[in-house]
């Protein structure tokens, strides 16, 4: 079974991040956990890369979000001093990521914003199908993806917000040695389950107005294969006003909630037709320009503090009661 590296070289500029996304068996409730090196949407990142700074060990965060009942989103940036990693294990201030020898294992010890509420406790994951093949996402190749597990089963025990849940999840690396703004437009990328396997869609625009589809389908035997791509369908927009599409064997898809609606992405839940299955499936769409506008820039601090140093202890203090 292919498993995460995470002392992986990264280059000035550039960036590293693991993915994680997960439904409960239920359908009500989900969560991404994105752990990022250089961390590609921080604003404080952008003006260091502004000033030829860009040391992207100093710009790390683990991104937790809870989607549904006692929903929480958390994304705190540290520097250097709070980074941790060798080959099987990667720690950014007080959370971290470690390969136990059968599972990931997720320790989160973060406060959300921008009401200061923990999320605290433990995500595990179990690989059902791995992948060890890395796609080039750009005509020059520099900026790369793996979807190391396409299909896995998720555990989440978190004891703030109390919440205990297991479903079916999807866990993903990408690098690059530039900025994604100066290779890309936007993006649109899902994944599903079918009864086949998972299959996963990264639809992408680079700057100069080309347009690639990767359509990916993994067998539970462990091989892979390309697809023809299904029809594209467009989505509602977010309430930003971000374009969201999709795409489906029936030339139809309905969306079924949107999980984040920011100036930039949507990550939405939505209901499509792959391989002849209604399935559901995870859905983000991004606008690099929007990311870009300086408007945008100024208000990300606010959702996305920052820590510089980070001394081992616990991390900041917050009305304990909203600790709950």
Not at 85 to 100: D, V
Request: a neutral charge; aromatic letters at 10%.
């Amino acid at each position: 079974m292919m498993i995460p590296s995470f002392d992986q070289a990264v280059q000035r500029d550039g960036y590293a991040w693991w993915y994680l996304d997960a439904i409960s068996d239920d359908g009500d409730l989900g969560l991404t956990v994105i752990a990022f090196i250089g961390s590609v949407f921080s604003p404080y990142y952008a003006w260091q890369r502004a000033r030829s700074k860009g040391n992207p060990f100093n710009h790390c965060a683990i991104n937790v979000a809870l989607y549904g009942r006692r929903g929480r989103w958390s994304m705190t940036e540290r520097g250097e001093s709070a980074l941790c990693r060798n080959a099987t294990s990667l720690r950014i201030g007080p959370s971290g990521l470690r390969w136990t020898g059968s599972s990931l294992l997720i320790d989160i010890e973060e406060w959300a914003f921008p009401l200061p509420r923990r999320i605290r406790g433990q995500i595990r994951i179990h690989p059902l199908i791995g992948n060890s093949i890395t796609i080039a996402l750009d005509q020059e190749k520099r900026h790369n993806w793996t979807p190391i597990w396409p299909e896995a089963r998720v555990e989440v025990d978190l004891l703030t917000p109390s919440l205990n849940w297991s479903g079916e999840g999807y866990f993903d690396h990408n690098t690059g040695i530039e900025p994604l703004e100066k290779a890309f437009n936007s993006w649109h990328w899902s994944r599903a389950v079918t009864s086949s396997g998972p299959v996963v869609l990264y639809d992408t625009s680079d700057c100069g107005g080309r347009r690639a589809i990767h359509a990916l389908h993994f067998s539970r035997d462990g091989s892979r294969s390309e697809l023809e791509p299904s029809p594209e369908v467009s989505l509602p927009s977010s309430g930003w006003r971000i374009a969201r599409s999709t795409r489906s064997d029936s030339g139809r898809a309905r969306l079924k909630a949107t999980w984040e609606d920011t100036p930039f992405y949507a990550r939405s839940l939505i209901h499509t037709r792959l391989l002849g299955e209604e399935v559901t499936a995870v859905h983000e769409s991004l606008s690099l320009p929007r990311f870009c506008a300086p408007l945008v820039q100024l208000m990300l601090p606010f959702r996305m503090p920052r820590r510089s140093n980070w001394s081992g202890s616990n991390d900041g203090e917050a009305d304990k009661a909203n600790d709950g």
